[in-house]
């Protein structure tokens, strides 16, 4: 199955910026909910943000990234984003994104179970 590419982690500083990227080589994400995971070494994967297809406008946050991270897709790239400002060190993980297998649903949005297809991920450190 097609899968997703993640790009955009790296090492930063406290306090710095990062933005990901989330692309589907093959296939447009226009029509599917698009949700942002991380997982940290010894810790299971939480959902960190999601975002409707194109049909909505609506977006989701966890309460730990919310004010500094935000969600976002370009049509034209075929891509959606997680902008990620005032990186803290427990932001700390590799960084999933994942096609959702039902319709966008708040409720949903930090469940592993209701997405099919995931990508391979990225790192980001965030380290004095």
């Known amino acids: 199955q097609v899968q997703l590419v993640e790009s955009g982690g790296g090492s930063v500083q406290p306090g710095t910026s990062l933005t990901l990227s989330c692309t589907a080589p093959?296939?447009?994400?226009?029509?599917?909910?698009i949700g942002w995971f991380r997982q940290a070494p010894g810790k299971e994967r939480e959902g960190v943000s999601c975002?409707?297809?194109?049909?909505?406008?609506?977006?989701y946050y966890v309460d730990s990234v919310k004010g500094r991270f935000t969600i976002s897709r370009d049509t034209a790239k075929n891509t959606v984003y997680l902008q990620m400002r005032n990186l803290k060190p427990e932001d700390t993980a590799v960084y999933y994104c994942a096609t959702m297998k039902v319709y966008y649903n708040e409720n949903l949005c930090t469940r592993t179970d209701f997405y099919d297809r995931w990508g391979q991920g990225t790192q980001v450190t965030v380290s004095s």
């Open positions: 093959g296939f447009t994400l226009d029509y599917y909910a």
């Open positions: 975002i409707s297809s194109v049909r909505d406008d609506n977006m």
